[in-house]
């Protein structure tokens, strides 16, 4: 099973696939991106090209807001370990990426919560022909960008990468204050909270539990969502610990996601639904069926052909 570490930032990038602009525009400054662009999450099966299946953890596609048209893949691996394979696999998900989700260039973004492994993560991935050598672009606690300034969904990536000590006052408050500030829906908020209660050793997490409870963030942290009833988690895990408030509360909002995430991607390609489509898309109660409307979308032409049978 993925540890909490590997999960932590995928979910963040889900919720706000904007924030993969945000994080390159500080730890690539000279990486030529639009002034505007926006953030959908792509194909991650990198199999449509290859005979073999290769699956990225996450796949970014930032679009021109001004031209519409798709620029840079970012192929997102949180790395817990060095694994041998990876020299194998991440050359193919870059060059797959582009195929795939029908981009000019593709990237690989590593985010490592563990120093150690980042150093490993560095090192350059010779493929034999020359010119053509992989140096992984590694984010970890130590060099993670500043997130003093930063927007609320950079500063919580930041805290999935451990880069914010949450022993800290100002590293509770930092983040805390960051959940608020992103308007995320019920369930999507349940979902942070959870992951920063994951992050947090047990000292840091009672000070947390403690700081949800009190009149600065109790109305959006723990009434609003209990009003909802879409976390019962929550409120066990504000209680005890992590897990439960984690299972249930992601649970709930899985539809909810899905439906996001569509609609995210339908627009990023410049596409545009009916109101009936809309209907169809917002009343559907079917991860499997939005998974596969998901999937349409990434090639459709019209929305129509998202919807179509196949």
């Keep these: 099973m993925p540890s909490l570490e590997h999960e932590a930032p995928l979910e963040v990038i889900r919720q706000q696939p904007d924030v993969v602009a945000d994080l390159l525009r500080r730890v690539l400054p000279q990486l030529p991106l639009p002034t505007r662009v926006t953030g959908a999450l792509g194909s991650a099966d990198m199999s449509q090209v290859a005979p073999t299946q290769y699956f990225a953890d996450t796949v970014v596609v930032l679009t021109d807001q001004q031209t519409r048209k798709p620029v840079l893949a970012v192929v997102i691996e949180p790395q817990g370990r060095d694994h041998k394979t990876k020299k194998v696999s991440?050359?193919?998900?870059?060059?797959?990426?582009?195929?795939?989700?029908?981009?000019?260039?593709?990237?690989?973004?590593?985010?490592?919560?563990?120093?150690?492994?980042?150093?490993?993560?560095r090192r350059v991935i010779a493929t034999g022909h020359p010119g053509f050598d992989l140096y992984p672009i590694v984010v970890d606690p130590r060099t993670f960008p500043s997130w003093e300034d930063a927007s609320p969904y950079?500063?919580?990536?930041?805290?999935?990468?451990?880069?914010?000590?949450?022993?800290?006052?100002?590293?509770?408050?930092?983040?805390?204050?960051?959940?608020?500030?992103?308007?995320?829906?019920?369930a999507d908020t349940a979902a942070l909270i959870t992951i920063i209660l994951g992050m947090a050793d047990a000292a840091a997490r009672r000070e947390l539990e403690e700081l949800m409870a009190s009149p600065k963030f109790r109305s959006a942290f723990v009434d609003g969502l209990l009003q909802q009833g879409e976390v019962m988690g929550v409120e066990k895990g504000l209680q005890k610990g992590r897990e439960?408030?984690?299972?249930?509360?992601?649970?709930?909002?899985?539809?909810?996601?899905?439906?996001?995430?569509?609609?995210?991607?339908?627009?990023?390609?410049?596409?545009?639904?009916t109101n009936a489509q809309r209907k169809l898309v917002t009343s559907c109660a079917d991860p499997s069926q939005l998974a596969t409307w998901f999937d349409q979308a990434l090639d459709a032409k019209t929305t129509d052909e998202i919807f179509a049978a196949r």
């Design 154 to 186: 950079l500063t919580i990536l930041a805290c999935a990468a451990k880069a914010i000590d949450l022993g800290t006052t100002t590293g509770r408050d930092a983040v805390l204050n960051a959940i608020e500030q992103t308007g995320a829906s019920h």
């Design 90 to 121: 991440w050359p193919v998900y870059l060059t797959t990426a582009i195929k795939a989700n029908k981009v000019p260039r593709a990237i690989l973004v590593v985010i490592c919560w563990d120093p150690r492994e980042a150093d490993r993560c």
């Design 244 to 273: 439960q408030g984690r299972e249930e509360g992601r649970e709930e909002g899985a539809v909810t996601s899905r439906i996001e995430d569509l609609i995210k991607v339908i627009k990023a390609r410049g596409l545009e639904l």
